[in-house]
């Protein structure tokens, strides 16, 4: 199939940017050009802040029926159009097609969920504790124009979040999306645009990420900021944002613990954690990273993870039996040979994969490592790739431990057929998402987000839509 070049959406249009810069979109399975994506710069950003003002100025009078339907719509579209989106994400970012589809469904079933939520932002009165007359209000208005910065791993899912939750509320809202997976973000506002949304509500922009979040977040246009991506990048732009009093919400980097007790079912664990390691390539922010597995069963844990790292088929995601794709560029080929060096230069033991595959692209074997130590970078610092970590632990208060001693709170997983074991893994493991006995199961219904260095903030649940609210008191006596 054609690929397509991507333009920016503003003002209700699709447009090359005004300076007619553009920037090449590469298939990572291929390390061949496919296509370009307009590069926004400070007259295109002008553009685009002008008009989710005056977008957000009709959205937010839009009543929360107004507003459902319309989201309804476009996630009807969603359904419709999925197998083409899916097949621009995985020429764009690599992962299977399924992998692509499936992100393309759920986001649909996202928007369909926060339509609904919309009608649930409620105020309330307050009785007044000395004149029954007097009316105390309570109010939740949207926050105004947003802006939103989104990450390449999921093109579809990060976004939707966002602009369902904002949407909902009744904000504006501008995407500065990644211009390496340019395509379907496009598809993604296109069906938005064609279910009616009114000009302005939603912008598209792409280009250089620091110059773009620079302009943005100074602008007195934008009121809230919302990022996804690197804890590094996340500071920074929390700190500029706190410089123009912005409202702000992060979901920043992770390094996810696995615990493993001594009762736990070890086939579950592999079947479950062992498929959640190696989607979308490791590329993900709630990846299971540190595996941390009780000595008794480290041994048969380990030969089997290894087992089924060995099975994965990789290759070009849109073949049709390819179970893991690439990574996005060289640049996250090198990073997992440095991971995997390191790792064992420290004492560490390869058991499966370890090494690029091919010539072309940029495809990295399922690998998994057994006893990593303590001081090897894996057991550090986020590899956002298919590298799997095992160390052994005696006693679960170690393995707790060791979970809680990095500065990331994002996810944890536990794998145990005891309640007390639960009991004091969901106490003392210090992550926002936990998940036992199960591989990860977002759902829009759940808050998603972490603690410490992995942000705050939330993007699932009722919880999310707060962060695009204003809460406000009105008090009205009788004259």
Request: net charge negative; glycine share 10%.
């Amino acid at each position: 199939m054609a690929y397509i070049d991507t333009q920016l959406f503003i003002g209700g249009t699709w447009q090359d940017a005004r300076d007619g810069g553009s920037l090449a979109v590469m298939n990572p399975a291929t390390g061949e050009e496919i296509g370009r994506v307009a590069c926004a710069r400070q007259a295109d950003l002008d553009a685009a802040l002008d008009a989710a003002d005056r977008g957000f100025k009709l959205w937010r009078d839009h009543t929360p029926a107004e507003r459902s339907r319309i989201m309804r719509k476009a996630a009807d579209l969603l359904r419709e159009r999925a197998d083409r989106i899916a097949e621009l994400m995985t020429l764009e970012q690599g992962k299977p097609l399924a992998e692509a589809r499936g992100e393309t469904i759920a986001a649909a079933g996202m928007i369909d969920w926060f339509a609904e939520e919309g009608f649930r932002i409620y105020g309330r009165l307050v009785p007044h504790r000395s004149t029954p007359s007097t009316r105390q209000m309570v109010l939740k208005d949207p926050v105004g124009p947003v802006a939103a910065f989104t990450p390449w791993n999921f093109p579809i899912n990060q976004i939707v979040r966002k602009i369902g939750a904002g949407l909902a509320a009744g904000c504006s809202i501008i995407v500065k999306a990644p211009q390496e997976t340019p395509a379907s973000p496009a598809a993604l506002i296109r069906a938005f645009h064609d279910a009616g949304l009114p000009e302005g509500v939603l912008g598209l922009v792409f280009g250089d990420p620091a110059e773009i979040s620079r302009y943005l977040i100074a602008s007195p246009i934008i009121r809230k900021i919302t990022f996804t991506g690197s804890t590094p990048v996340g500071k920074l732009l929390a700190g500029m944002a706190g410089q123009h009093m912005k409202r702000v919400s992060m979901e920043l980097g992770g390094h996810a613990p696995v615990i493993v007790c001594e009762d736990a079912d070890v086939a579950l664990a592999v079947k479950s954690i062992g498929g959640a390691k190696f989607r979308n390539a490791g590329q993900v922010c709630i990846a299971p990273t540190r595996f941390l597995v009780h000595n008794s069963v480290k041994h048969a844990f380990a030969e089997e993870l290894a087992d089924l790292a060995r099975g994965i088929v990789v290759g070009d995601g849109m073949a049709k039996d390819t179970q893991m794709g690439p990574l996005v560029n060289a640049r996250r080929v090198a990073a997992m040979a440095e991971f995997q060096e390191d790792a064992i230069s420290k004492g560490a033991i390869l058991l499966a994969g370890g090494g690029p595959i091919g010539e072309a692209g940029h495809f990295w074997s399922p690998t998994v490592l057994t006893d990593v130590p303590l001081n090897a970078h894996l057991f550090n610092d986020e590899p956002f790739g298919p590298v799997a970590g095992i160390r052994g632990f005696d006693a679960l208060e170690e393995a707790i431990a060791e979970a809680n001693r990095l500065s990331f709170g994002l996810a944890g997983y536990a794998f145990t057929q005891s309640l007390t074991n639960a009991d004091l893994l969901t106490r003392k493991v210090e992550v926002g998402m936990l998940w036992i006995n199960t591989p990860a199961a977002t759902s829009a219904e759940l808050p998603f987000g972490g603690m410490k260095d992995s942000g705050y903030g939330t993007e699932g649940g009722p919880e999310a839509l707060e962060s695009y609210l204003n809460t406000r008191a009105v008090v009205i006596a009788n004259a």
